[in-house]
């Protein structure tokens, strides 16, 4: 006898249990660091599951743990922890594990840790941020005299002095080896240096600065100036980054470059795709995180080729030791887990989202269309039944985000309430090649047509409804669903999150306006305020019939609440139809990171309001 399988419901998203990161030591060991939401106390706790290479298993379940990293001989795990400390202490602690006993404490910052690694097997190195001198002692005022002056995701004040800590795990002395006045974003230790990338001038953090300090003698030279770098590694006594030269600004691609005196592109001309990740080695070459056409996939690099070794569905992290690879990885209708790879076969070594084979969920059928010679990848979710189907158009954030075969909770809710799901990649998206990637100065503008392309080719095609169809999405997500509905009004109901609709604000109130906007949209207002009022849709308010939801969170620094404010006031005054809903907590992630009572019922607020809107009996 088959059961058939149950339907999908907010209360399978938040039991849903999300992978960070995959660690594998030299000697085999796996790390995983992962977070399950506790509705009961309306918490997201962390955990670190850590699987030996005997197969034996240990848990490290404080529910604050996180960031495990491996020592170099393999026998010991430092992390970032609260275990310990009560709700009202503030800051966050470095702990040692040996793989049996308890994990002790090594060091507590009050501001917690930005970066933890190794330097060598008796030390650590660790970023800390310091913002004591921008707050007076009563808290009556903050102080800034630099930017960001806040920052999403962090305390109210953006402006910190970033620490670099060499840190003895037996004594747990603090060796102070450099602060730095703007954000460090990428750091390493190579060949007894330090090696760390922080902005040149903190009006252009794109552009940055390549530091090596000599651990011996503390003496500091300037690598490489200009350059955006992202991650750093060392592998066999070589510094690898990525990194790209700003080709397109900030929407250029991520390459692998090799470093000695100087840098060596060693993925340009060969691989036309941004690289997100390096692992580490994988059989005498080196491993990494490629997007591509919608997937995720692990590649290697070796003799000047690129070679696929994971190529279908989304690998989210991962991590190798020469022998083997360990990745988490999720697929359209899959949670993510954590697999093995031994260069012959995938072993599935966590079951932490099983839970989801008793529920039915809807494949996404891939759909390719050509607007003015460019090809435009989509996809759709069809519910069962013969019945018309109400249609919603997600649109991704980024918009240097994608979509593709990764698995979308909150888009097979509304599949399993009946809705048709539509969406696509459009100019702006990553995982294509870089100039596919370049929108500067065409928001609102390529990217609307070819969305909408899109979303005809469906309703010609496929049986919906396009009376009753809706259109959402977050940031630039919510952004483009402000875009929408002032330039058509095909949708009878919108849902716009944490978006951005005035430029000129955005400017001066994001934590990131002041660069971003400048190379998006092109230059300040005060030197092309046409086209700022141009790409903003509150200033097109007159033309909108669509009703508007419009759901943000309090703490989003990134695009901030003036922003939904804007369209809300205006769509009023112009005796239009507007709701606001403002989470009292939350940063730009509310949608994702956001406690579970918070996420409950910014699903069920969304999942009624469109229900309400195109009449959907679910």
Known sequence: MVLSKRSFTIDDILNLTTINEVKISSKGNIAISYTKPDVDKNKNLNFIHIIMNNMKEAFLTSGSDSSPRWSPD?????????????????????????????????????????????????????????????????????????????????????????????????????????????YIYAISSCNGAIYYSTPIDFRDPNKQKLVKINIENKEESIVLEAFSIDYLTCINNTLYALMHNNEIGISSHLKLYKIDNNAICLSCN?????????????????????????????????NDGFEEVIKNGYVIAGSSNNDKLVYAYTEPIKGPEVYL??????YQLTHYNEYLNDVKLYE??????????????????????????????????????????????????FASNNYAIVYAN???????????ADIRGKYGEEDFNELMQFLNYVINNYNVDKERMAVTGISYGGFMTNVFITKTNLF?????????????????ASDIGYWFD????????FDNLEEYLKKSPVYSIKNVTTPLLLIHSNQDYRCFVDQSLAMHVSLLMNNKESRLILFTKGSHGHSSKAEPRHRRKRYQIKLDFINEKLKNKS
């Open 426 to 436: 459009p100019t702006g998206s990553d995982s294509y090649e870089e100039k596919f």
């Open 270 to 302: 060969k691989i036309d795709r941004n690289i997100v990740s390096i692992l580490g080695e994988f059989l005498g070459s080196i491993a990494l995180i490629v997007y591509d056409m919608g997937y995720s996939k692990i590649m290697i690099y070796k």
């Open 74 to 182: 393999g026998e010991k795990i430092a992390f970032l922890s609260r275990r310990e400390e009560s709700e009202t202490t503030k800051g966050q602690g470095i702990y040692l594990y040996n793989l049996n006993g308890e994990p002790r404490k090594i060091a507590w910052f009050k501001n917690g840790v930005i970066q933890l690694d190794w330097f060598d097997d008796n030390n650590l190195i660790a970023i800390v941020p310091n913002n004591d001198k921008f707050y007076d002692e009563d808290n009556d005022y903050y102080y800034s005299d630099r930017l960001p002056f806040w920052k999403d995701d962090s305390s109210l004040i953006g402006n910190y002095l970033y620490t670099i800590y060499l840190i003895n795990i037996h004594s747990g002395h603090l060796n102070e080896i450099k602060t730095e006045n703007n």
């Open 341 to 346: 790879y031994d260069s012959k076969t995938s």
């Open 518 to 525: 400048i190379d998006q949209i092109g230059k300040t207002p």
């Open 364 to 413: 996404p059928k891939h759909e390719v269309i050509n607007v003015n010679g460019k090809r435009i990848d989509g996809w759709i979710i069809m519910p069962e039944g013969s019945d018309k189907k109400p249609l919603i158009l997600f649109i991704h954030g980024g918009p240097k985000g994608f979509y593709g075969y990764n698995f979308y909770p909150e888009m097979q809710l």
């Open 492 to 508: 009878k109901a919108a849902v716009s999150e944490n978006g951005i609709a005035d430029w000129i604000s955005d400017y001066y």
